[in-house]
């Protein structure tokens, strides 16, 4: 329960694959973070514990699911039914907001939670704390337009949206992608829809980003190429095609290479890996917890193009090469499209991806670095100026007294 003058936010993380939503979510609350708010992050992310949480937040964890298709999910650890188990998360969750009394409950990505988990907590909150304000929050590319569509009339979403939210943030810009027309949104739901532009993530200072290089053991006069695929769980064929890039022909003798797998690779695919870059001598990590500052060090990041490592690179300054997944969704290619239409990325489609045009590509990146440095220094982070500025109206009126 908030204490006299503080401001209490809520905030459920989407967490059934990867590392996207915790580090988005993450990302958010650091920088929302301030004297007199409190803010308490429901996740079932299983390395929700390796990240450092600044004072003031907090977090609440609760049973993790993975996801098996994009309609089925199992528990992550606990061996029990999967009812039983979004059961306790939905009590879970519920009970939480009852005993924080949120006057923000931020909602990532999906609507009503996995299974409808958050409906029960979005109606009490809509019932019981009238004043209180419930956002949905979207990262600005949600899948192909025909699949949110035919997802989102099949759950009801539109309906909810209307009734359930105060407001919808869109963590992108309207002139890379516009949702409100790709997924038909009705005009009831459009007066709620904010663009509140990328979320942009802590700069590291050039003595930090030097001294992760030293670490590194990258002179001053050589190149770091940083390959990442976020969580990992489908990153294998990146990092696969890197090496053997490698192996066929080593980069010049001045660029090093750091691989990050993520936690969710498969242990044996982590393995290989682990092996053959040894042997190119690529250094290797599992998990890197300053993956910011790595970025920052690094003067070419290879990635998929997920919505956090594209806003971690483009915030840095650093160049970029995209290998966008197109299954099961098409999120990242058609993020990938965008970014390169604003001179920001270069990427190479999925079904192009081979180890000599890996090489060409960066390469090419290297030796011609001087429009994307132009684009990139150009581009502005609003998304937390944004946020920032509707809490602060928020907490003009605050006046949350439960039922």
């Not at 708010?37 to 003031?56: D, H, K, V, Y």
């Amino acid at each position: 329960m908030a204490q006299n003058g503080t401001f209490n936010i809520l905030m459920y993380s989407h967490d059934t694959y990867g590392l996207g939503h915790i580090r988005r979510t993450m990302a958010i609350a650091s920088q929302l973070c301030s004297d007199g708010i409190n803010i308490l992050i429901l996740t079932g992310s299983p390395i929700a514990g390796r990240f450092a949480f600044p004072e003031q937040i907090d977090f609440v964890r609760i049973p993790g699911m993975i996801k098996k298709t994009n309609e089925e999910y199992r528990p992550l650890s606990i061996k029990i039914n999967p009812r039983h188990a979004l059961d306790i998360r939905k009590n879970i969750i519920t009970a939480t907001a009852k005993t924080f009394q949120p006057h923000l409950f931020i909602v990532d990505k999906e609507p009503l939670g996995l299974k409808k988990e958050v409906l029960p907590t979005l109606r009490w909150i809509r019932r019981c704390l009238p004043h209180a304000r419930t956002i949905l929050g979207l990262r600005d590319i949600m899948d192909d337009a025909e699949t949110v569509r035919r997802d989102w009339w099949k759950k009801n979403v539109y309906e909810n949206l209307d009734k359930l939210y105060s407001e919808i943030w869109i963590y992108g810009n309207k002139e890379f992608y516009d949702p409100i027309t790709e997924y038909a949104i009705p005009e009831s739901v459009k007066r709620k829809m904010l663009f509140t532009g990328y979320i942009p993530r802590q700069m590291p200072s050039n003595r930090e980003a030097g001294r992760i290089r030293r670490e590194l053991r990258v002179d001053p006069d050589e190149k770091l190429i940083v390959v990442t695929t976020g969580g990992g769980g489908d990153g294998f064929k990146v990092m696969d095609t890197y090496l053997a890039m490698l192996e066929k022909q080593p980069l010049d003798n001045g660029i090093k290479s750091v691989l990050v797998t993520g936690p969710f690779m498969p242990k044996q695919e982590r393995k290989r890996l682990f092996k053959r870059a040894r042997k190119v001598n690529a250094q290797t990590f599992l998990f890197y917890r300053r993956m910011e500052k790595l970025m920052a060090a690094a003067d070419l990041v290879v990635s998929m193009g997920g919505y956090n490592t594209l806003s971690e690179v483009v915030s840095q300054g650093t160049l970029s090469l995209v290998i966008p997944r197109e299954t099961p969704r098409t999120e990242q290619l058609l993020r990938a499209k965008a970014f390169k239409k604003q001179g920001l990325i270069d990427y190479i489609p999925w079904n192009d991806f081979s180890a000599p045009l890996l090489r060409t590509k960066i390469e090419h990146l290297l030796a011609n670095p001087e429009r994307y440095y132009e684009a990139l220094a150009g581009f502005r982070f609003t998304g937390i100026d944004s946020m920032r500025r509707r809490i602060q109206a928020f907490r003009s009126k605050v006046n949350v007294v439960a039922c």
